[in-house]
C-alpha cells in the first residue's frame, strides 16, 4: 500500500527535462479597440446635458442616471424632452429602465421592452 501511495505522489508531476514552458501570449490575438461604448452619465443637472447629447451623437450607448432631477419635474420633461430629439437625430432607440435609469441607443441596436427575467407576474 505504500509503494502505491508514493507512486502517487508523482502522477501529474513532470521530470525536469520533460517540462516545457509555453507562453500563451502568443497565440492571442491583439483587441482592437470598439466602435460602440457604453457610457454610463449622470444627469444631476441640466447643464449636462450637452455632453450627454455628445455620446449619443458620436454613437455610444448611454445609460442615464435621472435620479438628481426627480424632484424638478420641469427640468426632467425638458432633459427627456432635448434626448428624444437627439435620438431620433441618429435614428436611435430610447427607453426608461427601472425609476431611476433611461437608456439611449444609436441607430442599429434596439432596446427590447420585454424583460428576460422577471416579467409580469
Known sequence: MAGFLERLKFIG???GEDYTHID???FEEPR???EILLRVADLNKIEVLPEIK????????VLVDITGLKRDKAALD???????????????DIAGVGDDLVAVVPNGVKIDREKVVGGRD
Not at 455628445?54 to 450607448?61: D, F, K, L, P, S
Not at 425638458?78 to 436611435?92: C, F, H, Q, T, Y
Open 54 to 61: 455628445q455620446e449619443v451623437y458620436a454613437g455610444n450607448i
Open 13 to 15: 508531476k513532470p521530470a
Open 32 to 34: 482592437e479597440s470598439a
Open 24 to 26: 500563451l501570449a502568443q
Open 78 to 92: 425638458r432633459a427627456i424632452g432635448e434626448l428624444k430629439k437627439a435620438v431620433d437625430d441618429v435614428s436611435g
